[in-house]
């Protein structure tokens, strides 16, 4: 999707990963670290530096299923 969104906690730089509904476009917003942990260190055992970091995974949100 690659879509902009501002950040709720502005002023501040950290790790965001999406959740994004495809029925409603509802958007959940995550930063757990240890995700961008594991994800930047997969990354880097190919040699892979990451300069732009925004993970977004698609389904279905709780409201959506019912």
Known sequence: MNAYLMCCHLGCEHPMQL???D???CVI???DP???DAFS???SQFGFNITNKVLEAHGVCESCVS
Do not use: G, V
Request: with cysteine; proline share 0%.
């Open 29 to 31: 917003e995550l930063s």
């Open 41 to 43: 260190n997969k990354a």
């Open 23 to 25: 029925k409603c476009k």
């Open 19 to 21: 959740l994004i509904c």
């Open 34 to 36: 240890s995700i961008d």
